[in-house]
């Protein structure tokens, strides 16, 4: 049987819910686990395309030395990204990117189109994962819950979604730092006012 592709957004939060600082730091991020012992490693084998708002680039520009001495490479994705943004930004050598603007309906259905039998993988922030909720169009949150509080920061999903609309499908913990929580998004559900 052919299993349904999904359009997940996967990040790692503080317990408070900001996926990084006011100032878009993610220091406060690395301490707390290994990305290997979450489930990205298999995730990310099935990911064809992915989005993610201009801050996200932007770190990655920023952080790309960073990057690539971690990963070997500056841009360390190999799937076609759509990169949302109004403005013109910088373009890292290599990177298998095109910058979009406006509505996500219509980059979906180029990324659908992109990742054929794969799923799509919706970076962050969390407004742009909110934008493809609003759409209709998201499937799942796969969220690691750090042992941290930031205060304030960016917003992990800056939305009013009530119960039953997410549904906890899974949880793993990952040593003292963390835990990772899977959610369904059960589309016949209820949405809350904003
Ligand atoms: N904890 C984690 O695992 C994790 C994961 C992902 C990201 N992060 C971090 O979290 C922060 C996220 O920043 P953020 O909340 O500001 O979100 P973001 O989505 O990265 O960036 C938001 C910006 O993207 C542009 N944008 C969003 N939707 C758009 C649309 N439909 N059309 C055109 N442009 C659009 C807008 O800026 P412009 O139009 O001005 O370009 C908007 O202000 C970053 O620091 C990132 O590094 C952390």
Same mark, same amino acid.
């Given at each position: 049987?052919?299993?349904?592709?999904?359009?997940?957004?996967?990040?790692?939060?503080?317990?408070?819910?900001? =996926?990084?600082?006011?100032?878009?730091?993610?220091?406060? #991020?690395?301490?707390?686990?290994?990305?290997?012992?979450?489930? *990205? +490693?298999?995730?990310?084998?099935?990911?064809?395309? #992915?989005?993610?708002?201009?801050?996200? *680039?932007?770190?990655?520009?920023?952080?790309?030395?960073?990057?690539?001495?971690?990963?070997?490479?500056?841009? +360390?994705?190999?799937?076609?990204?759509? =990169?949302?943004? /109004?403005?013109? #930004?910088?373009?890292?050598?290599?990177?298998?990117?095109?910058?979009?603007?406006?509505? @996500?309906?219509?980059?979906?259905?180029?990324?659908?189109?992109?990742?054929?039998?794969?799923? =799509?993988?919706?970076?962050?922030?969390?407004?742009?994962?909110?934008?493809?909720?609003?759409? $209709?169009?998201?499937?799942?949150?796969?969220?690691? @819950? $750090?042992?941290?509080?930031?205060?304030?920061?960016? +917003?992990?999903? +800056?939305?009013?979604? #009530? /119960?039953? @609309?997410?549904?906890? @499908?899974?949880?793993?913990?990952? $040593?003292?730092?963390?835990?990772?929580?899977? *959610?369904?998004?059960?589309?016949?559900?209820? /949405? $809350?006012?904003?």
């Amino acid at each position: 049987m052919h299993t349904k592709i999904k359009t997940q957004y996967f990040t790692a939060t503080s317990l408070d819910g900001f =996926i990084a600082t006011e100032n878009d730091s993610l220091d406060w #991020l690395f301490p707390l686990g290994d990305l290997n012992d979450s489930s *990205y +490693p298999e995730f990310i084998s099935d990911v064809g395309a #992915l989005a993610m708002g201009s801050a996200t *680039y932007e770190w990655m520009v920023r952080n790309a030395k960073k990057v690539a001495a971690e990963t070997g490479f500056a841009w +360390p994705y190999t799937q076609p990204a759509w =990169i949302f943004s /109004s403005r013109k #930004l910088t373009m890292i050598e290599g990177a298998n990117i095109r910058f979009v603007n406006g509505d @996500v309906d219509h980059a979906y259905a180029q990324m659908r189109v992109a990742a054929s039998t794969k799923n =799509i993988w919706i970076v962050g922030g969390g407004d742009l994962a909110g934008q493809f909720y609003d759409a $209709g169009l998201l499937d799942e949150l796969i969220i690691q @819950v $750090g042992s941290a509080t930031l205060g304030k920061g960016k +917003p992990l999903f +800056p939305r009013r979604v #009530l /119960s039953p @609309v997410l549904r906890l @499908v899974s949880v793993h913990q990952m $040593g003292a730092g963390m835990a990772e929580l899977g *959610y369904e998004v059960h589309k016949g559900g209820v /949405s $809350g006012a904003a």
